[in-house]
């Protein structure tokens, strides 16, 4: 029998986390994209957001968002502009080069974990998994 089937719960999710995180980080670095990069450019699918909203819909803090802006406008793939109706905030938007690599990575998660029988049923634990977790912290 396998070991893992004795497992709780909490150690398989983080075990399979880490070595998914380890695959994404290999992936995306052929792409000279980070994870954390990754996450930015899916969140500008839907439009132009702030560093804040970025930073509240990634659920980390927004000087890590920061950074991660910094990288990303380093690289050529967001832009950084002036609010229209608010001087003092910004909107960050994707580049076209941005599109690019968006597009290239898009394809990594099909190709580098396999299928799951009842795909909704995991991916509602999960969103569970992690409302729960961060209720108090990113509420």
Do not use: Y
């Amino acid at each position: 029998m396998d070991p893992m089937q004795d497992w709780p719960t909490g150690r398989l999710l983080s075990t399979a986390a880490r070595l998914v995180e380890h695959a994404w980080i290999e992936k995306l670095e052929k792409l000279g994209l980070t994870h954390a990069g990754l996450i930015v450019l899916h969140l500008l699918d839907s439009g132009p957001l702030s560093q804040t909203e970025l930073a509240t819909r990634a659920r980390v803090e927004v000087q890590t968002m920061s950074r991660t802006l910094e990288r990303l406008e380093r690289e050529g793939w967001i832009a950084r502009a002036k609010h229209p109706d608010d001087g003092r905030r910004h909107v960050v938007t994707r580049t076209v080069d941005g599109q690019r690599v968006w597009a290239s990575a898009r394809s990594i998660e099909a190709d580098m974990f396999p299928s799951i029988a009842d795909n909704e049923q995991v991916r509602a634990s999960l969103i569970a998994i992690i409302d729960a977790t961060s209720a108090s912290r990113w509420a």
